[in-house]
């Protein structure tokens, strides 16, 4: 395990141990992303404090968006937006793979909040190109990590602001 994969984890181990708070000097989120072969969709779940959120959101929409305040329909628009430029995969062959929102749901006692939305890739995930740089533009101490399954075969990609795309690569 390398130096910057264990950095991180042990970061994580910290953050989930401090978790109950809303007070955080660590930014991450963590996602989740199991494919489904039957549908030959990768299906995401991705948790993000709300705070934190929120603080990005409204910058990248030029204006102040708020959980409790903003109407559903308007938040969801702008977190689709959102996430579908920070939160990208490319096929095996290149091309973008769209995201399709599932819907989201807020924590509010632990101050999370959790996206999901699967992205069509009929082709399987491995070989498949991720970028995940949410909230990266906000808080340059951003991690996100993103634990890829397909089957019993799982791989943990970590990702700090400006980095770019990691391919998904399982161990034989």
């Known amino acids: 395990m390398n130096r910057l994969l264990r950095a991180a ?7 989930l141990a401090t978790a109950g708070g809303h007070a955080h000097p660590i930014h991450t989120s963590v996602a989740e ?15 993000v404090f709300i705070d934190d959120f929120e603080a990005a959101l409204s910058v990248h929409a030029r204006k102040r968006l708020s959980l409790e305040k903003t109407p559903a329909p ?16 490319l096929a ?11 819907g989201r749901e807020a924590k509010a006692e632990t101050n ?12 399987g995930v491995e070989g ?11 808080f340059p101490n951003q991690i996100n990590s993103v634990r890829v399954r397909e089957g019993e075969r799982q791989v943990t990609l970590v990702f700090l602001p400006r980095q770019t795309g990691k391919p998904v690569r399982f161990r034989p």
């Open 112 to 123: 999370e909040l959790w996206f999901h939305f699967e992205i069509p890739l009929p082709g």
């Open 74 to 89: 308007e938040f969801d628009e702008a977190t689709r937006a959102y996430l579908t430029e920070k939160f990208t995969v």
């Open 9 to 15: 984890i042990g970061t994580l181990a910290l953050l």
């Open 92 to 102: 095996r062959d290149g091309k973008p793979a769209a995201l399709r929102w599932v």
């Open 33 to 47: 992303a199991d494919y489904n072969a039957a549908t030959g969709s990768l299906e995401v779940s991705l948790r």
């Open 128 to 138: 498949a190109r991720l970028h995940h740089n949410a909230l990266g533009e906000q």
